[in-house]
């Protein structure tokens, strides 16, 4: 492994040092050209521009008679004689003739101009004149609303709804952008069982596992869940090295007995470089990262209990899958109003699980402590972020948090 952060005196790698340490081992996931749907919620690659006219053609704006309009005057300035009205799917239009047309009907060759009905008079297949128009006028000019050449897209933005359809309005059916990262999330501990099935003396239902399987897809990974529910130091060797030939990341959960962790280490630690480091973080001070197998997948192992798992994923597992895709690492930090005294300890970075509500534009925050862990991560919708200079916050105090519910 490449040279690890130096560690404070007390120490401790801090979480600022960690997660860049983690960041700069992992690589962003090769692009490639993807068809538009399978694209959504991608990054983009390349800066994308338009291949085609928005309209592609000029149509008409009004009901009235497509015209050239040099033939709507004599040479002496004076309304033209009428017009003969010819068939719309004429190739082009002749000098002298009209074509008619209704709103959004396209322009034959030639017209340049969109005669309103009320400037003519239609008799005997002649359109007589009581109006003239200029060239343009009455008409949606082809690349009115976009030209060819109109930059869309830029490189790194993230392919949305609303992007697909810019794109696909343009003529374009594929993209360049990073694939989805795919995460294999691994679950071990012979006291684990899944939901569904009976929990016998001794036995708990793997929870964790499930919740981080569903946080690496909000994320915006393609997950995989493997559970091998044993500590069998073989099993579970085999299990993570059959998974590496699809895995961009692996994800390690247990249930929190220390075995299950330090087996799980040992085998890391067979197949590949490891790196294990107290991070000045509470919670989630153990944290122990990999880079397994022959091709040197990233693996990342979460501690047992389900709120430290979580706000581990939050603040190392997320900013690695985000790596992969090339998107943005950060959380989206805001400002909150603490609705009561919250402490921490100087030195470490504290995250509390909260809960926001809004007031019209104001934010505020409560923390959430339950004695149901689960329970708890259910009730919140954000972490609090306390950080090592951070001692007390009072009431009223403003403080960032992490939205978990928000882009």
């Given amino acids: 492994m490449p040279e690890a952060p130096a560690l404070d005196a007390a120490g401790l790698r801090s979480v600022a040092d960690h997660t860049s340490y983690l960041l700069s081992l992992v690589e962003p996931l090769r692009p490639f050209g993807m068809s538009l749907l399978d694209a959504w919620d991608q990054v983009v690659c390349e800066d994308i521009d338009s291949m085609i006219n928005v309209p592609p053609n000029s149509t008409a704006k009004v009901e009235g008679y497509a015209v050239r309009a040099a033939d709507l005057l004599d040479e002496d300035g004076h309304l033209a004689e009428p017009l003969e009205v010819v068939e719309a799917d004429v190739e082009r239009l002749p000098s002298g003739a009209a074509v008619v047309v209704a709103p959004g009907d396209v322009l034959p060759r030639g017209a340049n101009a969109v005669?309103?009905?009320?400037?003519?008079?239609?008799?005997?297949?002649?359109?007589?004149?009581?109006?003239?128009?200029?060239?343009?006028?009455?008409?949606?000019?082809?690349?009115?609303?976009?030209?060819?050449?109109?930059?869309?897209?830029?490189?790194?933005?993230?392919?949305?709804?609303?992007?697909?359809?810019?794109?696909?309005?343009?003529?374009?059916?594929?993209?360049?952008?990073?694939?989805?990262?795919?995460?294999?999330?691994?679950?071990?501990?012979?006291?684990?069982?899944?939901p569904g099935m009976g929990v016998e003396h001794g036995q708990a239902t793997d929870a964790n596992s499930f919740m981080i399987a569903a946080a690496a897809k909000a994320a915006g990974a393609t997950v995989f869940r493997v559970a091998v529910h044993s500590n069998d130091r073989a099993e579970i060797l085999q299990t993570i090295t059959d998974q590496l030939i699809r895995a961009d990341l692996v994800i390690s959960t247990s249930g929190g007995k220390r075995e299950d962790y330090e087996t799980v280490a040992d085998v890391m630690q067979e197949i590949g470089l490891v790196d294990t480091v107290n991070v000045a973080?509470?919670?989630?001070?153990?944290?122990?990262?990999?880079?397994?197998?022959?091709?040197?997948?990233?693996?990342?192992?979460?501690?047992?209990?389900?709120?430290?798992?979580?706000?581990?994923?939050?603040?190392?597992?997320?900013?690695?899958?985000?790596?992969?895709?090339?998107?943005?690492?950060?959380?989206?930090?805001?400002?909150?109003?603490?609705?009561?005294?919250?402490?921490?300890?100087?030195?470490?970075?504290?995250?509390?699980?909260?809960?926001?509500?809004?007031?019209?534009?104001?934010?505020?925050?409560?923390?959430?402590?339950?004695p149901h862990a689960l329970g708890e991560l259910a009730e919140s919708n954000a972490l609090i972020v306390l950080d090592e200079r951070v001692e007390q916050v009072r009431a009223g105090e403003a403080v960032k948090v992490w939205l978990l519910d928000e882009d």
């Fill in 281 to 370: 973080m509470s919670p989630g001070r153990t944290q122990t990262f990999g880079l397994v197998g022959e091709d040197r997948v990233p693996m990342l192992m979460l501690p047992g209990n389900p709120v430290s798992a979580y706000v581990s994923f939050q603040a190392f597992a997320r900013p690695l899958i985000r790596q992969l895709m090339g998107a943005p690492t950060t959380h989206r930090a805001v400002r909150a109003i603490a609705s009561h005294s919250m402490r921490s300890m100087i030195g470490q970075l504290h995250l509390l699980r909260g809960r926001v509500t809004s007031e019209g534009s104001v934010r505020q925050v409560e923390a959430v402590s339950m």
């Fill in 115 to 194: 005669l309103p009905a009320t400037f003519g008079s239609l008799a005997d297949g002649r359109i007589r004149l009581i109006e003239k128009v200029a060239a343009g006028e009455y008409v949606r000019a082809a690349g009115e609303h976009l030209k060819v050449g109109t930059r869309l897209l830029s490189e790194g933005e993230i392919l949305d709804d609303r992007s697909i359809g810019l794109l696909a309005g343009s003529g374009l059916d594929k993209v360049m952008v990073r694939p989805r990262p795919r995460v294999v999330v691994v679950s071990s501990g012979d006291n684990l069982v899944d």
